[in-house]
């Protein structure tokens, strides 16, 4: 598990344990709980991944580890949240569109990577959906932290609010990228991606995968 993720995903991990014993040296227990909070949500999609028989590729993982990273350690131990006013809405914008694109990706596994099976906005809508519900979870995470454990991640009602938002925006340009995908469009980068979970877990892809080799055929007899 550890093995398949980048240097970058490898490197994070290893200051967030160097945290977790500096701080438990200096025995600030809230800092310790915090780094070995954010260390285990962030390994977890890899767990979970694992369990499932899905690799995910390094980049997918990145964006995750880098979400959780610079929301709960450095937004709330460093305080990038009050430092930087864009901090949580470049978190909440960038993990919204990352959920999507993961939406996305599991519900086309889902018909075995058959574009055909389905509306193309009908997986579109789902991703969306996907996105919005780990944002929401995600929003009744940072309240049973603070009633819990007395911290301030929500700041207030509004925060809350402005956050939902900025997280159907991320999820909406994300369930239309997956739609454009669908379609055939191309959208730089972002189908990278997509291409790149496919060709990591063909068995989930079947039928995409011959409907390709058969326009390829067609294309060379043509």
């Not at 340009?173 to 496919?198: M, N, Q, T």
Request: glycine share 6%; aromatic share 16%; with cysteine.
């Amino acid at each position: 598990m550890i093995r398949e993720q980048s240097w970058l995903t490898k490197l994070i991990w290893v200051a967030l344990l160097i945290a977790a014993a500096d701080a438990l040296w200096n025995w600030q227990l809230s800092l310790v709980f915090i780094a070995l909070a954010t260390l285990t949500l962030s390994m977890a999609p890899a767990m979970v991944a694992r369990w499932a028989q899905i690799h995910v590729p390094a980049t997918f993982m990145l964006a995750v580890v880098a979400f959780v990273g610079g929301t709960l350690f450095l937004g709330e131990v460093y305080g990038f949240y009050v430092r930087f006013w864009w901090w949580d809405i470049l978190m909440h914008f960038g993990s919204a569109m990352g959920f999507g694109l993961i939406g996305f990706v599991i519900v086309f596994m889902l018909f075995q990577g058959d574009r055909f099976a389905a509306p193309h906005w009908v997986i579109a809508f789902f991703a969306f959906c996907f996105a919005m519900m780990i944002g929401a979870v995600w929003e009744i995470f940072e309240f049973a932290m603070d009633q819990v454990f007395g911290m301030n991640m929500q700041k207030s009602p509004l925060d809350t609010m402005v956050d939902l938002i900025v997280d159907m925006i991320g999820a909406l340009l994300a369930a239309i990228a997956g739609w454009l995908y669908l379609k055939g469009i191309s959208a730089p980068g972002v189908h990278r991606l997509i291409d790149e979970f496919i060709e990591r877990n063909p068995r989930y892809f079947r039928r995409f995968r011959q409907i390709d080799v058969t326009r390829a055929r067609r294309d060379d007899a043509d």
